[in-house]
């Protein structure tokens, strides 16, 4: 017949068992700050997370201001968001579930595996692109890098750059890292990928 566990023994056994959970996993408080992470959780500050004056950041001011944003919520009202950050090249997506901690002024940070999968026709159509268009940007908001990008499918650097350039001009973006968070945080397309 099972006993009741003390208080501190079942939060022992809570963050034992988060140690051994196999995603990454991360608790903290309502200032962002880190209380707690797993060893896969503690692997996040290589993929787009840092510390700026003791609370958890992202690499960009907007990325920091967001997951700050999102963890107030979690903490104060209980609201449950996921956030996609990008790394300091605006590339590499990094998804977390930002959640709260029942009872607690304390939200969890939990890594999704990577950014959502949008089909190339999806972006086709939200962005008026062309299919090398399209491919690109699928392959940027997977991750990939445009120099790698081009290896794999077989096209020189320069024609990879070319598409890049003509997808700034099709949707107003300057940079990698906006055209990814544009294309991550388009309604239509996200209502796709859910």
Known sequence: MPTELSQAA?????AQALDHAAIALMVVDEEARLRHA?????ALFSEGLCTWAGRIGAASAHDTRALRAAIT???LSGATSTITLLDEAGEAPLRLMVAPVRGE???M???QGGAP??????????FDLTPSEARLLSALISGERVGAYAARIGVGVSTARTHLRQLFAKTGE?????????????PVLRLAAA
Do not use: K
């Open 10 to 14: 079942f939060a022992g056994a809570a």
């Open 109 to 111: 940070l939990m890594a």
């Open 117 to 126: 999968e949008i089909a190339p026709s999806r972006l086709r159509e939200s």
């Open 105 to 107: 002024p304390l939200a």
């Open 73 to 75: 919520a979690a903490c």
């Open 174 to 186: 300057q940079r990698q890292a906006d055209l990814i968070r544009r294309a991550l945080t388009d």
């Open 38 to 42: 797993n060893e896969r959780g503690q």
